[in-house]
């Protein structure tokens, strides 16, 4: 199937599984992606691409180390650079995992079974992207771990008044859960990984991870059960983790910062990313590995009309918040207000309107809704959008506080730019190892639909 081009059978009718697949051809398809030795030029370029941009963050890493957080353009009053700016950007992008592993598993929407691993371990590598962002902004990274409530002769603790304390917990939690989560959906695949391999070392390897598991009925009634609990578990972690994010702001005084509608606002921004990052990614994917039997157009129109839905809600977002400022009347909200428009940074708020509100409005027609080429670009353009929002909160309510005499433009330098770049490297190597070693699809869920399915469940 050609890029672009429709499937009026899969839209329509949305067959789960393709007509002709068994238990064993899911199992083996699945499989092979891992145990094929032969490895896809698309994979290699994918992820050749990647390590070029990880070693750029390395280097850019490096090089902070070597003569501080100096190199970046942050200035009195702009502490908060791009840093803090990627940082709510990753999160936001992991949220779609949760909530496609987690919520749609507890509504029960068997269409979420081709995606739902791919879109955890996308949560995963996010969260891990992230979490170095702020260790890296604190000028003295090796002592990070003072932001951790552990006994010690200083008697220094973490100051729990401090959102940025509340984000430590926030997001290591969000980032355990989401991979146990992960791992108990991946346990009866690596067992079938290691009936499957042939090499003794992958036997092994897969025997090892798979922890014992021989498909008893009692070994599925303790993993359903344990399943259901953290998915159970992991919900609230979808709004909670963004909502504590969105209190870095909210909890301040700046103008701009200081609503009530930024949780959320940033929760449905979060999952609008997410979703995007996804269809960003399974595209390419899915041409890579002829995965068009199992990850149909059909997947393809659901997500475009939740990125639609919570594009509305964002927007909805800019319209209160405009709204706030104004009813306000507080004339620093009115100042920041005309500044986003008519300011130094005007071309990055016109590019986010035009990449969150008027681009997703293409989403309204199925046909574009399933036009993969449209899907993708458009997947793209919200991604940026988003960034250049989370730069927007960050940056242009620092640049212009309260006092004129303390105002101060941010200008990026080139590290900035190339740890964002080299981020989406680190990103893209871990993501492509992932599809390399393990299986990206559930193997033990395809199947049990592929049951539903032919007994019309």
Partial sequence: ??????????????????????????????????????????????????????????????????????????????????????FVWWIGIGHAGTLISAIL????????????????????????????????????????????????TFGLWPQFRSALAWDVFAVSTYGTISAVFWFTGLIPDLAGMRDRAK?????????????????????????????????AIATPLVVSVHTVVSFDFAIGQLPGWHTTVFPPYFVAGAVFS?????????????????????????????????????????????????????????????????NRFVGPYAPYVFGLIFCNLVAPQLLWFKPLRTNLTVMFILSLVINTGMWLERFMIVIISLTADFLPSSWALFVATPWDWSLLIGSIGLFLVLLFLFVRTLPMISVFEMQELLHKQEHGH
């Fill in 274 to 338: 997410g979703f995007a990052m996804v269809v960003t990614l399974l595209i390419p994917i899915r041409k890579i590995y002829h995965l068009e039997d199992m990850i149909t157009l059909r997947h393809f129109d659901v997500m475009g009309k939740v990125i639609l839905t919570t594009g509305l809600i964002v927007a909805y977002g800019y319209i209160t918040e405009a709204f706030i400022g104004w009813y306000g009347g507080s004339q620093y909200e009115l100042f920041l207000i005309k």
């Fill in 1 to 86: 199937m050609q890029v672009g081009q429709t499937d009026k059978t899969s839209v329509v009718e949305f067959p789960v599984v393709e007509p002709g697949h068994t238990y064993r051809s899911i199992g083996e398809k699945i499989s092979n992606v891992v145990l094929n030795i032969h490895t896809p030029l698309g994979w290699v370029f994918a992820f050749g691409t990647g390590s070029i941009l990880l070693m750029m963050y390395l280097i850019s890493v490096a090089y902070l180390f070597a003569y501080g957080v100096g190199v970046w353009g942050i200035n009195i009053p702009v502490g908060w650079g791009f840093a803090i700016v990627t």
């Fill in 105 to 152: 598993f507890l509504l029960r929407q068997d269409w979420r079974t081709s995606i739902n691993r791919f879109a955890e371990a996308m949560t995963l590598f996010a969260v891990v992207c992230a979490g170095l962002y702020p260790i890296l902004h604190l000028g003295r990274p090796w002592l990070f771990y003072w932001l951790l409530p552990y006994p010690n």
């Fill in 199 to 231: 090499h003794p070392m992958l036997k092994f390897i897969f025997g090892g991870l798979a922890m014992g598991w021989r498909g008893s009925a009692r070994h599925w009634n303790n993993h359903q059960k344990l399943y259901l609990l953290l998915a």
